[in-house]
């Protein structure tokens, strides 16, 4: 019955889509390819998407390598005595070691030949396990990023290998009182920012951010949208009326507003933040899933689904549910988008996240002085990031909807 | 339709308590409450036996010390244009008709209908200019890009609107701000404000006093509008843009197109007399959206050129956490969004003869 309805009304799949060159194939023969299948096939011939995900894979690799890439601990050291060390290693965060070892992991993972169901799920006990296991194990050591520039004057280290960029984004140069805004010369690829950091090295730290909380906050947004939104297709009538109140209230203020009321009565974390972002942003979500259902009640397999007594749950996200997601596919990948840009400008607006975490939009919000000074390289560089990001989610979405979209498809 | 539009009408009360009551409870979920900071900010700078007679005052003045679901009926009752008198000292009078009352703000201690009264002028005259300019300009160039489908310059149109799309209001306002009014680079356009100091006491068009050329106040102000519009304006018309050219191709592929060519019709009179007014009915359906969009691009907007509208407002009233004003603010920004969704609904039932609501 799953298999049935779940491969039934999505059509023909060996139909190709627009851009494919495939002279290879018999048309006669109808190729059965599961959805997931087909719509990467058909997303990964256009050059839209290719572009966007080539970016956003760049974004994960210095998300991932962001302490190997920028640090101030040396990654390998010798002392005037003789002593080896890697201090990066020590001063590891929890964050770092969950994306390390599961990156690593990922690549073990991707190269075998599991079935693909196995695969997702033990990357996902790969993650819990980590994230919990250096939660308890790893703690945050703190030494003066100056030390060890100070000892490499007076040669108590004999020599230091260090990261390409030598400098943690919290690491604010207290040695060097000159340290501060300075234009992008020398050590500093992009300058320092207000507090005497170094710029390029905040932008790589904030890549993970900008990641974590477009799939994060999506994520919660979906998840509410499609349980409310099937609650109203499905049940029609009252729960209908009552769950279109709901939506109208998140849809008529406008959204900033709501997020600034949130944000500015709960100063929020990072977690916080993906909660509050997702809990702002589901209405588009529910009012397509709840389109989509409300067409599907009537359809013959789910009226035989519920007379064979299927379980509601069942019958809601096991039948209707993989063939009234394609809407919500599309839009929650240019919702990927809003996400970050709603936290960039939360965080430009100087509401958002704490000091300790670095975000493009805070970084951009220096650039001007109150002194009517333009700091070019701190408006440049955190705004480019921002803006790529943005647009290679929307590009990815774009080609999502050309490759789903049966109306663009008749065109 | 009638019926329709009373039923639609009388659903937006309970949406708007709605609105009201997420706000509110939002705000008293705070750490601290409702007035946290104000209680601990200004009682807290006069300290021993004075602050606990501030703390009261304003406890009373503003009935910070009774339960939240009655200092949110209290302000229910305020602004409802049919409720309880409130006499001097607080307690309830007789129900009668009466204005609405938004209270006053917190930290600015004037009325918040006052305050909107001053910020709201600014917020429409930004929308004001910018919401044709993004039609306009949304339509010429969905058009052109429909016209010329599958072309280089329908795909140069589309991702160039794409990524203009993309481009974060807050960093093409620093980058414009920072380029373009600086004296280091080019000084053309004043950092921020919406008058030069002067100008309000000049004559309203330019005009020749002593000698001398005066820009007058009429082109101080587009002067100063200018960049904020560009700012508010540029995402709008891309996203417009890829509306309209998907509707005129949705429609070009429809039956009457074909018989109309069958007739012989010029190809012209076919996209400007039957497929763009048929076109146009997509963008009724984005209307309704486009205004709250606005309205919240221009919190951006307001805050990074420094104009003293609705959105800077918010961004002030929500990070001091003011009460009233915050509630004042969603109330008439819901208002706005809500009637918007209406009136587009209507207006959608009036453009389409096969749209009815009965």
């Known amino acids: 019955m799953t298999k049935l309805s779940a491969s039934e009304p999505i059509g023909n799949p060996g139909k190709p889509g627009p851009g494919e060159t495939d002279s290879t194939r018999d048309p006669l023969t109808v190729v059965r390819r599961s959805l997931v299948r087909q719509v990467a096939r058909d997303v990964l011939v256009r050059w839209g998407a290719q572009i966007g995900i080539v970016w956003v894979g760049l974004l994960v690799v210095l998300a991932v390598l962001a302490p190997v890439l920028a640090n101030s601990h040396p990654l390998l050291m010798k002392s005037k005595d003789g002593e080896l060390s890697s201090p990066w290693v020590k001063h590891l965060s929890t964050a770092d070691c969950t994306l390390l070892v599961t990156a690593v992991a990922f690549v073990i993972i991707v190269l075998t030949r599991w079935r693909a169901s196995t695969k997702v799920w033990l990357l996902l006990a790969v993650i819990v396990v980590t994230a919990i296991t250096s939660s308890i194990f790893v703690k945050q050591r703190f030494t003066s990023p100056d030390t060890y520039r100070d000892r490499l004057k007076s040669g108590e280290i004999e020599w230091a290998a260090r990261a390409p960029i030598p400098y943690s984004p919290d690491d604010r140069q207290l040695d060097d009182p000159t340290a501060r805004l300075r234009s992008p010369a020398g050590r500093h690829w992009m300058g320092t920012t207000a507090t005497g950091a170094d710029l390029a090295s905040n932008m790589i730290h904030a890549c993970r951010i900008a990641l974590s909380i477009g799939f994060i906050s999506t994520g919660i947004a979906v998840v509410i949208g499609v349980v409310i939104g099937g609650m109203m297709g499905y049940y029609a009538g009252v729960v209908d009326l009552l769950g279109m109140r709901l939506v109208e209230i998140f849809s008529a203020i406008p959204t900033l507003l709501l997020l600034l009321c949130f944000v500015a009565v709960f100063t929020p974390n990072l977690y916080m933040m993906m909660a509050i972002i997702g809990l702002t942003s589901w209405e588009g979500y529910a009012v397509f899933t709840r389109a989509e259902f409300l067409s599907l009640r009537q359809r013959d397999f789910v009226q035989s689904a519920i007379a064979s007594g299927v379980p509601l749950r069942s019958v809601l996200f096991r039948h209707m549910l993989p063939n009234g997601i394609t809407p919500v596919l599309i839009s929650a990948s240019f919702g990927v988008a809003s996400a970050i840009l709603a936290e960039s400008t939360l965080s430009f607006l100087g509401i958002g996240l704490g000091v300790d975490e670095a975000s493009w939009g805070k970084l951009l919000a220096d650039a001007r002085s109150s002194g009517g000074t333009f700091y070019w390289w701190l408006a440049v560089f955190p705004g480019v990031a921002i803006f790529l990001t943005v647009f290679a989610y929307n590009l990815i979405g774009e080609a999502l909807r050309d490759a789903l979209d049966p109306k663009v498809l008749k065109n | ?358």
């Open chain 2, 1 to 358: 339709m009638l019926t329709y539009l009373i039923r639609r009408i009388l659903l937006l009360i309970p949406t708007l308590l709605g609105i009201t009551i997420l706000v509110f409870g939002v705000m008293a979920a705070a750490p601290g409450g409702i007035g946290g900071p104000l209680l601990n900010e200004r009682g807290g700078q006069v300290g021993g036996a004075n602050q606990q007679r501030i703390r009261e005052y304003y406890e009373k003045r503003y009935g910070l010390n009774k339960p939240y679901a009655i200092q949110y009926l209290r302000w229910l009752n305020n602004i409802s244009p049919v409720g309880f008198r409130v006499n001097e000292d607080g307690s309830l009078g007789r129900i009668a008709v009466k204005w609405p009352d938004l209270g006053e703000s917190i930290t600015q201690r004037r009325p918040v209908s006052d305050l909107l009264k001053d910020a709201l002028p600014v917020t429409l005259i930004l929308n004001l200019v910018s919401i044709p300019l993004v039609y306009v300009i949304g339509i010429v160039s969905g058009i052109i890009a429909a016209r010329n489908r599958g072309n280089a310059a329908d795909v140069g149109i589309g991702t160039s609107q794409l990524a203009l799309w993309s481009i974060p209001t807050i960093w093409s306002g620093v980058l414009l701000i920072g380029f373009l009014a600086n004296r280091e680079y080019v000084n053309w356009f004043p950092t921020g404000g919406l008058t030069s100091v002067g100008s309000l006491d000049a004559s309203f068009l330019p005009s020749h006093v002593d000698g001398r050329w005066q820009a007058g106040f009429l082109v101080d102000r587009v002067w100063h509008l200018i960049l904020p519009v560009v700012c508010l304006s540029y995402g709008g018309f891309a996203f417009l843009s890829k509306l309209m050219r998907g509707s005129i191709l949705d429609n070009l592929g429809a039956d009457y197109v074909r018989t109309a060519r069958a007739k012989g019709l010029n190809e012209n009179v076919i996209l400007y007399r039957h497929v763009f007014r048929n076109s146009l009915l997509s963008l009724i359906t984005v209307a309704a959206a486009i205004l709250p969009s606005l309205l919240g691009g221009s919190i951006v907007v307001e805050t990074i050129f420094g104009l003293p509208g609705m959105g800077k407002l918010s961004v002030d009233a929500v990070s001091l956490r003011d009460r009233e004003l915050v509630l004042g603010l969603t109330f008439v920004g819901g208002l706005i969004g809500l009637t918007s969704m209406v009136l587009r609904d209507v207006l959608y039932a009036m453009a389409d003869p096969r749209v009815t609501y009965d």
